[in-house]
């Protein structure tokens, strides 16, 4: 289904100062009955990064405030960031993200409508699937939102390392799915502090995914990607990752198919 998320409104570019809009893609239905309603936002300061804490000015209702939106918003749009888990009889029901960001409020309500339905794990029109992602080379793997998830510690100052595998089918959510001649890697991988009380820095934020033998033996392709993360403050923190595959960020309009992880960091002084 071709569905290019939900319609944000439009704003002169600004450098600072201005709003972020959450941004619904759309819901999903989980095995056991419940629903996953996929949430990512737009962060209209073209070089300003905000932290926003959970409460007033950044708060999921009901339930919340806080259903695990990000409290860190990178510059820009980003796509499928979380998932927020609805109950089988959700129904009519609906949820409301508002963030206040520089004093402006933006509101945008998530729902169970037909035309909100997409299907993240596969695009039905070639059979594409979103990158395997793993946090450890023989450990499990999971793919699509939300994604695996992984938890380390590591002391103030002292560089942690991270470490990813993935595995791709290599199909093409294009039009036709005709491979444009000059195709990037298979996978691409982008970290990102999520939530946390200091500044995190990445060796490389988007480190080159190397290419070596799939744990999946029925991949086309297989890859690890490494880099070092530090922290200036001791504290808990959320760093996200994302994988995407040759359609891109967003799926290039299809919902499909980009992985998401996040790894838990207990920092120590």
Known sequence: MLLWGQALPFEPKHDAGQSITG???????NPDGTYSLLFGYFNRNQKQQLDIPIGPNNR?????PDRGQPTHFLVGRQWGMFTVRAPANFGEGRLTWTIVAHGKTTVIPARLHTDYEISPFIEEAIGNTPPALRFEEKGPSG???????????????TP????????????????????PK???AAVTVRWSKYRGPGE??????RPEVEKIESPDRAAAFG?????????????????HVVAN????????????CWTTGQVKVSVQP
Do not use: H, M
């Not at 942690?160 to 491979?179: F, I, M, Q, Y």
């Not at 880099?227 to 760093?239: M, R, S």
């Open 23 to 29: 941004a619904f893609e759309g819901w999903f239905r």
């Open 60 to 64: 999921i209702e009901p339930g919340g």
């Open 143 to 157: 793919q699509g939102p939300p994604g695996p998830g992984a938890e380390r510690r590591t002391r103030l100052g």
């Open 160 to 179: 942690l390392p991270l470490a990813l595998w993935v595995s791709d089918d290599t199909k093409l959510t294009t039009g036709s799915g005709a491979r």
């Open 182 to 184: 000059n195709l990037g």
């Open 200 to 205: 995190v820095t990445f060796d490389k934020e």
């Open 223 to 239: 890859g690890k990607a490494t880099t070092n993360v530090t922290f200036g403050q001791p504290g808990e923190y959320v760093l």
């Open 245 to 256: 595959d040759y359609s891109g960020d967003g799926g290039g309009g299809f919902q499909c």
